[in-house]
């Protein structure tokens, strides 16, 4: 079965305790749900039309997980806290395997 991942991209940072908040409560609630967080922050070397700010990427054992997380009352508690601190790019993909 494929994984799936969640892929955000930060386009601006605006209210880093915001950010702060969502993280705390985001993570419990990726954990719970069984994701993996392989990248968060870091380095960016961005090419195209690409964004070199804040990356995460975080895996799940199914698509479907994934989704199911996302929708979670614990990550809807987390996107409550982030509100409008941040400006992202956020998606749920499927894996090739």
Partial sequence: MPKGYWVSVYRTVSDPEKLAAYN????????????????????????DAGIAERTVLVEFD????AVAVRESAAYQEALAALSDGVERDFRIVEGTD
């Fill in 24 to 47: 705390k409560l985001a993570r419990l609630a990726v954990e719970a749900g069984g994701g993996r967080t392989f990248v968060r922050g870091g380095r960016v070397v961005a090419h």
């Fill in 62 to 65: 199914s698509f479907e997980q």
